[in-house]
């Protein structure tokens, strides 16, 4: 292998490794010649086989000669020390195998969504006569812009196998086709067979075929059908069940003939030709939109992102932990989030200097953190859209009308002022949804509407064949959103608003008021502004107490706070529409002279206690455990860990508690930013909480961070009577261990039954929390691939400072 310590590989020098394999290295490299970074690739083989380095080289060469925007391109292959390189260009993200650690199995909408691009980049090589051989998780990258790519085509490193015959393969074991390992035979069918295997594992969550010994998988593939267990608890209905069954047939003229006809097939389901006629016309008008909808490639992301957080909002406060591990899913969202809780609005409430989403809900409350998460969420699925001008118009508007009802609600004393802010936030989804999705169409409802050739309703029904607060409501129930916020965006009868007498009735008040003032703003003439201001007054009065002059000062309040929100997320108000009104506004109302203050404000709020970079160990970053022989590497996805990241998260975890210790706190509360702080430091999988059960003399597992958490917590359930393992060793005597590798003989006779049927995790970590030498709790972290966790000593010192804190905590609560 090419020695990093040349810091160079032919012209081209070498900034970091990104990832490894067993018979590969991937680094981030710096072009000086274009000044440009690429990712380099290099491979190594046991036996020097000039001839095969040559073949390689052949087929990079044609590989370099693809253009498609889902396909990583090759820009150089060259040798050097007997060893292959090749260049590509450099993509910033994480390979599907790290996404699908992150988040775990995806809906079937989510997973085509994800595929689809995919095979079209697969068919594109296809039509240039290129077989790709080694399609795979890791071969899959999604780009910080969400976009899936391909990499590695035709060019699959060598696999030598440990039978007598010395038989060597081109692939990964795990994801070759069986007439490849039988035969040696390569088609068009051997990459449907692969991409049937990528779609098993998203909407599984776990690979096909497993195993540690090369031959058994391979004999595995070529003898036995793959079939999604019953155990898995993952139910595919019959249309889908068939497509994937049919790419995985082991006889590849019982396959699909192609990659299109698969793709075709994919399609099909998503969006059938004749669908069943319903008797409700309105239903099958939004059920013909969600299926157009579906076809974005962004549709699923906005839709569970949403949905997930909804349905969490709509259950017990309890969940706070399944809000942490909604938002921990995606790192970019947590460090927005902790950039807007660190701001100087929020640090007027009680915000600033939190470094963990759960401390954030414990300072500003659920409600407001799930407020704010959901906001963040919707404006990033605007960016990078053709017509993300007209969205972002439409995202202020929606960002307005929330914090204004807040804000009325919140002069009027009202309860429920989180709630009002994401009733009016989705008061007019269906325009915004239209708007995101419909572009063409929404560009005729407004020309229709700007003719005055009829109402917005009726343009849209004439346009859609359907109003926009008819698909708004039926698009929200879809994604699982509480009844009280479906309510609320129901339009209001023309007339005065009688009082409303129940908290639903409230909800859809407040929010139609906050929205008709938004609509004063960006579609009434300045001069005419007062009087209409006046009317809505007027209109709403039984409802709200405030005076005009009360009134137009909260206004004031709400526009100052979205031109922080705007920025700290990036919008220029300068170049926005919406922006401009809200200054004509505000100067109309004499309050223009505070802006150099804004300014001010708004500079500091953008600043933030993260780093923009990608903090080492974020849920995402850590190498995903492969194959044995192309074990996790990275690819050019450029998720490298930064040691100095991890220290300043711990650090700053460590001043969380700090600040919930001389609070009135509650113990969980502070037991969840303890074991937070080491998911998003460190990168672990899983990070669990054990608890002493006195009665039973048992260690049980109570609550944690990572994919399926929960579930994983509850297979934590062992006696503290003595046993000769690991996990005994560590809490009768109070020490600290680090099992790099559960499969190494001199330790798998240590490692329970009980852990090996329902964790077995390649590596771990146990922290004993212990009081006057007895175990009162535990905490555990883990990875899949042995090895994966390093923890240096400046590491170790500041975990250990965060258990002792834990041990206090525990102290002074009992």
Same mark, same amino acid.
């Given at each position: 292998?090419?020695?990093?310590?040349?810091?160079?590989?032919?012209?081209?020098?070498?900034?970091?490794?990104?990832?490894?394999?067993?018979?590969?290295?991937?680094?981030?490299?710096?072009?000086?010649?274009?000044?440009?970074?690429?990712?380099?690739?290099?491979?190594?083989?046991?036996?020097?086989?000039?001839?095969?380095?040559?073949?390689?080289?052949?087929?990079?060469?044609?590989?370099?000669?693809?253009?498609?925007?889902?396909?990583?391109?090759?820009?150089?292959?060259?040798?050097?020390?007997?060893?292959?390189?090749?260049?590509?260009?450099?993509?910033?993200?994480?390979?599907?195998?790290?996404?699908?650690?992150?988040?775990?199995?995806?809906?079937?909408?989510?997973?085509?969504?994800?595929?689809?691009?995919?095979?079209?980049?697969?068919?594109?090589?296809?039509?240039?006569?290129?077989?790709?051989?080694?399609?795979?998780?890791?071969?899959?990258?999604?780009?910080?812009?969400?976009?899936?790519?391909?990499?590695?085509?035709?060019?699959?490193?060598?696999?030598?196998?440990?039978?007598?015959?010395?038989?060597?393969?081109?692939?990964?074991?795990?994801?070759?086709?069986?007439?490849?390992?039988?035969?040696?035979?390569? #088609?068009?069918?051997?990459?449907?067979?692969?991409?049937?295997?990528?779609?098993?594992?998203?909407?599984?969550?776990?690979?096909?075929?497993?195993?540690?010994?090369?031959?058994?998988?391979?004999?595995?593939?070529?003898?036995?059908?793959?079939?999604?267990?019953?155990?898995?608890?993952?139910?595919?209905?019959?249309?889908?069940?068939?497509?994937?069954?049919?790419?995985?047939?082991?006889?590849?003229?019982?396959?699909?003939?192609?990659?299109?006809?698969?793709?075709?097939?994919?399609?099909?389901?998503?969006?059938?030709?004749?669908?069943?006629?319903?008797?409700?016309?309105?239903?099958?008008?939004?059920?013909?939109?969600?299926?157009?909808?579906?076809?974005?490639?962004?549709?699923?992301?906005?839709?569970?992102?949403?949905?997930?957080?909804?349905?969490?909002?709509?259950?017990?406060?309890?969940?706070?932990?399944?809000?942490?591990?909604?938002?921990?899913?995606?790192?970019?969202?947590?460090?927005?989030?902790?950039?807007?809780?660190?701001?100087?609005?929020?640090?007027?409430?009680?915000?600033?200097?939190?470094?963990?989403?759960?401390?954030?809900?414990?300072?500003?409350?659920?409600?407001?953190?799930?407020?704010?998460?959901?906001?963040?969420?919707?404006?990033?699925?605007?960016?990078?859209?053709?017509?993300?001008?007209?969205?972002?118009?439409?995202?202020?508007?929606?960002?307005?009308?929330?914090?204004?009802?807040?804000?009325?609600?919140?002069?009027?004393?009202?309860?429920?002022?989180?709630?009002?802010?994401?009733?009016?936030?989705?008061?007019?989804?269906?325009?915004?949804?239209?708007?995101?999705?419909?572009?063409?169409?929404?560009?005729?409802?407004?020309?229709?509407?700007?003719?005055?050739?009829?109402?917005?309703?009726?343009?849209?029904?004439?346009?859609?064949?359907?109003?926009?607060?008819?698909?708004?409501?039926?698009?929200?129930?879809?994604?699982?959103?509480?009844?009280?916020?479906?309510?609320?965006?129901?339009?209001?009868?023309?007339?005065?608003?009688?009082?409303?007498?129940?908290?639903?009735?409230?909800?859809?008040?407040?929010?139609?008021?906050?929205?008709?003032?938004?609509?004063?703003?960006?579609?009434?003439?300045?001069?005419?502004?007062?009087?209409?201001?006046?009317?809505?007054?007027?209109?709403?009065?039984?409802?709200?107490?405030?005076?005009?002059?009360?009134?137009?000062?909260?206004?004031?309040?709400?526009?100052?706070?979205?031109?922080?929100?705007?920025?700290?997320?990036?919008?220029?108000?300068?170049?926005?529409?919406?922006?401009?009104?809200?200054?004509?506004?505000?100067?109309? #109302?004499?309050?223009?002279?505070?802006?150099?203050?804004?300014?001010?404000?708004?500079?500091?709020?953008?600043?933030?206690?993260?780093?923009?970079?990608?903090?080492?160990?974020?849920?995402?970053?850590?190498?995903?455990?492969?194959?044995?022989?192309?074990?996790?590497?990275?690819?050019?996805?450029?998720?490298?860990?930064?040691?100095?990241?991890?220290?300043?998260?711990?650090?700053?975890?460590?001043?969380?508690?700090?600040?919930?210790?001389?609070?009135?706190?509650?113990?969980?509360?502070?037991?969840?930013?303890?074991?937070?702080?080491?998911?998003?430091?460190?990168?672990?999988?899983?990070?669990?909480?054990?608890?002493?059960?006195?009665?039973?003399?048992?260690?049980?597992?109570?609550?944690?961070?990572?994919?399926?958490?929960?579930?994983?917590?509850?297979?934590?359930?062992?006696?503290?009577?003595?046993?000769?393992?690991?996990?005994?060793?560590?809490?009768?005597?109070?020490?600290?261990?680090?099992?790099?590798?559960?499969?190494?003989?001199?330790?798998?006779?240590?490692?329970?039954?009980?852990?090996?049927?329902?964790?077995?995790?390649?590596?771990?970590?146990?922290?004993?929390?212990?009081?006057?030498?007895?175990?009162?709790?535990?905490?555990?972290?883990?990875?899949?691939?042995?090895?994966?966790?390093?923890?240096?000593?400046?590491?170790?010192?500041?975990?250990?400072?965060?258990?002792?804190?834990?041990?206090?905590?525990?102290?002074?609560?009992?």
């Amino acid at each position: 292998m090419t020695n990093i310590m040349s810091k160079k590989i032919g012209r081209f020098e070498i900034i970091r490794e990104l990832g490894r394999g067993a018979q590969s290295v991937v680094y981030l490299a710096r072009d000086p010649h274009l000044q440009r970074e690429v990712a380099i690739k290099t491979l190594h083989f046991s036996r020097p086989d000039p001839q095969k380095n040559e073949q390689l080289l052949s087929e990079a060469r044609m590989v370099s000669q693809l253009r498609h925007p889902n396909i990583v391109p090759i820009f150089e292959a060259d040798e050097e020390q007997g060893d292959l390189y090749l260049v590509f260009e450099y993509v910033p993200g994480k390979n599907l195998g790290e996404f699908l650690a992150a988040s775990g199995r995806l809906t079937p909408v989510k997973a085509i969504a994800i595929l689809h691009p995919v095979l079209d980049a697969i068919a594109h090589a296809h039509a240039a006569g290129i077989i790709h051989r080694d399609l795979k998780p890791n071969n899959i990258l999604i780009g910080v812009d969400g976009l899936p790519r391909v990499m590695d085509f035709g060019i699959a490193a060598r696999v030598e196998t440990h039978s007598n015959d010395g038989d060597t393969f081109m692939g990964t074991p795990s994801y070759m086709a069986p007439e490849y390992i039988a035969h040696r035979e390569s #088609s068009e069918r051997t990459d449907v067979f692969s991409a049937g295997l990528v779609l098993y594992e998203m909407l599984t969550g776990q690979r096909a075929v497993q195993g540690d010994d090369v031959y058994g998988i391979m004999h595995q593939v070529a003898n036995a059908d793959i079939k999604v267990p019953a155990t898995a608890g993952v139910e595919l209905d019959d249309q889908l069940a068939s497509i994937l069954y049919k790419a995985l047939a082991r006889d590849p003229q019982q396959r699909f003939a192609s990659i299109n006809d698969m793709r075709e097939a994919l399609d099909g389901y998503l969006e059938p030709e004749d669908p069943v006629a319903s008797a409700d016309t309105k239903q099958s008008t939004i059920d013909f939109l969600l299926r157009r909808m579906r076809h974005k490639s962004d549709f699923p992301a906005l839709s569970e992102s949403v949905g997930t957080i909804n349905k969490i909002a709509g259950s017990d406060k309890e969940s706070i932990s399944n809000l942490s591990n909604s938002i921990l899913k995606d790192f970019s969202l947590t460090n927005k989030i902790l950039r807007l809780v660190n701001s100087a609005y929020y640090r007027q409430v009680g915000g600033g200097s939190i470094s963990t989403i759960s401390r954030a809900v414990l300072v500003l409350g659920f409600d407001a953190v799930r407020n704010i998460a959901i906001t963040v969420m919707l404006f990033e699925h605007l960016q990078n859209k053709s017509n993300a001008k007209q969205l972002k118009e439409e995202f202020l508007r929606a960002n307005l009308a929330s914090i204004l009802a807040k804000d009325i609600s919140e002069k009027s004393s009202a309860r429920d002022v989180e709630q009002v802010f994401i009733c009016s936030m989705f008061h007019n989804l269906g325009r915004l949804l239209s708007q995101f999705y419909f572009p063409d169409e929404s560009t005729e409802i407004k020309r229709m509407i700007e003719q005055k050739l009829c109402s917005e309703e009726a343009a849209a029904v004439q346009t859609l064949g359907i109003s926009y607060e008819d698909l708004g409501i039926g698009i929200a129930r879809t994604w699982g959103f509480p009844g009280l916020i479906v309510n609320s965006m129901r339009k209001l009868p023309a007339g005065n608003v009688r009082k409303a007498s129940t908290v639903e009735e409230r909800m859809r008040v407040l929010s139609a008021f906050a929205n008709d003032l938004c609509g004063l703003i960006a579609d009434v003439e300045p001069e005419q502004r007062q009087k209409e201001l006046r009317k809505v007054m007027s209109r709403f009065g039984e409802n709200i107490s405030l005076n005009e002059q009360a009134l137009r000062e909260t206004m004031e309040k709400s526009m100052q706070e979205v031109v922080l929100f705007a920025g700290i997320i990036g919008v220029n108000l300068k170049q926005s529409e919406f922006g401009r009104q809200m200054k004509t506004w505000r100067a109309k #109302s004499g309050a223009a002279e505070g802006a150099e203050e804004e300014k001010r404000i708004a500079a500091e709020g953008a600043e933030t206690v993260l780093s923009d970079v990608v903090p080492a160990g974020a849920p995402g970053s850590p190498v995903i455990a492969g194959e044995e022989i192309e074990a996790g590497e990275e690819g050019v996805s450029g998720a490298a860990a930064q040691i100095g990241n991890s220290e300043v998260i711990l650090m700053a975890g460590i001043q969380d508690i700090s600040n919930t210790l001389v609070e009135d706190f509650k113990l969980n509360d502070v037991l969840r930013i303890i074991l937070e702080t080491m998911y998003r430091a460190k990168g672990f999988k899983r990070v669990i909480l054990c608890v002493r059960d006195a009665r039973n003399n048992s260690m049980l597992g109570r609550f944690g961070f990572g994919p399926d958490a929960p579930e994983i917590a509850k297979r934590f359930n062992f006696s503290l009577t003595f046993s000769p393992d690991i996990f005994h060793a560590a809490l009768s005597k109070g020490v600290d261990i680090l099992i790099s590798d559960t499969k190494d003989a001199k330790i798998s006779a240590r490692i329970p039954e009980w852990f090996s049927k329902g964790v077995n995790s390649g590596t771990f970590v146990i922290f004993p929390l212990c009081i006057k030498s007895n175990p009162v709790a535990m905490i555990y972290a883990d990875c899949d691939l042995a090895g994966e966790i390093v923890i240096t000593e400046k590491e170790l010192s500041l975990m250990r400072t965060l258990r002792n804190q834990a041990v206090l905590a525990i102290k002074q609560s009992s």
